[in-house]
């Protein structure tokens, strides 16, 4: 069965940093994109990172580009995405998500599998 979890959201600070994990199972990383996405309350999903199999090829939202880092380990079956500079605007619920596609896409494209979120809330 193919699951996906997330973890590490929290409250911070703005100017602040946390890094999110997103553990799978079921598959293995060699074969699946993972993409982060978030929503804040009102707005519609926005892509914010993803990165490929194989290469291991990366993409940025431009919101996001030189504040956040999207790195996986395979031996742990891992995906992060390290944020800093955290902003009130990056207030969000983020998830995680995995499938067969192409990075270049992955703003648009629908990811089969998904996990709960996390909420990362940035606020003084």
């Known amino acids: 069965q193919l699951q996906v979890v997330e973890s590490g959201g929290g409250l911070v600070q703005p100017g602040g940093s946390l890094r999110l994990s997103c553990a799978v199972s079921?598959?293995?990383?060699?074969?699946?994109?993972i993409g982060w996405f978030r929503q804040a309350p009102g707005k519609e999903r926005e892509g914010v990172s993803c990165i490929g199999s194989g290469d291991g090829s990366t993409a940025y939202a431009d919101s996001v580009k030189g504040r956040f880092t999207i790195s996986r380990d395979n031996a742990k079956n891992t995906v992060y995405l390290q944020m800093n500079s955290l902003q009130p605007e990056d207030t969000a619920v983020y998830y995680c998500a995995a499938d067969k596609i192409n990075c270049d896409d992955f703003s648009i494209v629908e990811f089969g599998y998904w996990g709960q979120g996390t909420q990362v809330t940035v606020s003084s």
């Open positions: 079921g598959f293995t990383l060699d074969y699946y994109a």
